[in-house]
C-alpha cells in the first residue's frame, strides 16, 4: 500500500482552466501539507493542514484552495491556471505536533499549464 | 522566523569521492533537523535526521552532526556512489512549520 497517494500524477491543461489534485494518506497522521517544487527544485510549501484544521497558509494566490474533507485527505484546487503555475505540487504528511515529526511525500503531480 | 540555507549546487564527484553538503539553519527554540533525498521522478524521502544539539544522524553511510553553537547540520558520506546522484535538501521543523533548502544536485560520475 502506498502511504502517500496522490492523483493525477499527471495533468496537462491550458490557461484559464480550472483543475484539482488529490492526496489521501493511510498512515494516520495528523498533518498533511501541499508543497510546491519549481524547475530548479526549489520546495515551497503553500499550506499545512492539522486534523483537518489549516495551520500554515503561505503567501499563495487566491486561486488555490485547500480542502481537508478528514485527516486522511487534503486536496488542491486550482481555479484559473497561468502558466506560473506550471510545477511539480507534492502532497506530504506528518505525525505534527511536536518537533520530531518526520514527513512522508507523495511522488508528486506534475501540472503543465500551455 | 524559521529557515534553512544549503550551499548551492551543482555538486560533481566522482565515484568513492568523499562529500560535504553545507547546511545552515534560523529558528527559534529548538528545532528538529532533518536531510532529505529525492532520486530522479520521485518524492522527497527521509535520509537522517536529528532531534538535539549533538545528535548524529546517520543511514545508508551519511552522516550529519546537529551543532547548536554554529546553527548547522552538514552532509557527509566518505566515500560516494553512482548511485547518490540525487537532489538533497536540508529541512528543520519547529512548532509544526516545517522549512526545506533550496537543494542541492549532487551527480556522482563512474
Known amino acids: 500500500d502506498t502511504a502517500v497517494s496522490q492523483t493525477p500524477k499527471y495533468l496537462v491543461t491550458q490557461m484559464g482552466n480550472d483543475k484539482s489534485i488529490k492526496c489521501e494518506q493511510n498512515l494516520g497522521h495528523d498533518t498533511m501539507y501541499w508543497y510546491k517544487q519549481d524547475s530548479k527544485k526549489f520546495l515551497k510549501i503553500m499550506f499545512s493542514?492539522?486534523?483537518?484544521?489549516?495551520?500554515i497558509n503561505e503567501t499563495v494566490p487566491n486561486r488555490f484552495s485547500p480542502k481537508s474533507p478528514d485527516k486522511a485527505h487534503l486536496n488542491l484546487h486550482i481555479n484559473s491556471l497561468e502558466l506560473g503555475d506550471s510545477a511539480v505540487y507534492f502532497c506530504?504528511?506528518?505525525?505534527?505536533?511536536?518537533?520530531?515529526?518526520?514527513?512522508?511525500f507523495g511522488e508528486g503531480s506534475r501540472l503543465t499549464v500551455l | 522566523g524559521n529557515s534553512v540555507t544549503q550551499m548551492e549546487g551543482p555538486v560533481t564527484l566522482s565515484e568513492e569521492a568523499f562529500l560535504t553538503i553545507n547546511c545552515t539553519y534560523t529558528a527559534t527554540g529548538y528545532p528538529s533537523l532533518f536531510w532529505y533525498v529525492q532520486y530522479p521522478g520521485e518524492g522527497l524521502q527521509l535520509l537522517l535526521k536529528a532531534t538535539k544539539a549533538d545528535d548524529k544522524g546517520s543511514n545508508k553511510g551519511f552522516e550529519a552532526t546537529y551543532r547548536k553553537e554554529t546553527t548547522s547540520f552538514h552532509l557527509e558520506k566518505g566515500s560516494v556512489q553512482v548511485s547518490d546522484s540525487a537532489v538533497y535538501f536540508c529541512?528543520?521543523?519547529?512548532?509544526?512549520?516545517?522549512?526545506f533548502g533550496a537543494g542541492t544536485r549532487l551527480t556522482v560520475k563512474p
Open positions: 529541512a528543520l521543523i519547529n512548532n509544526n512549520d516545517m522549512r
Open positions: 493542514y492539522n486534523n483537518k484544521e489549516l495551520i
Open positions: 506530504a504528511s506528518s505525525l505534527g505536533g511536536t518537533n520530531t515529526g518526520e514527513l512522508f
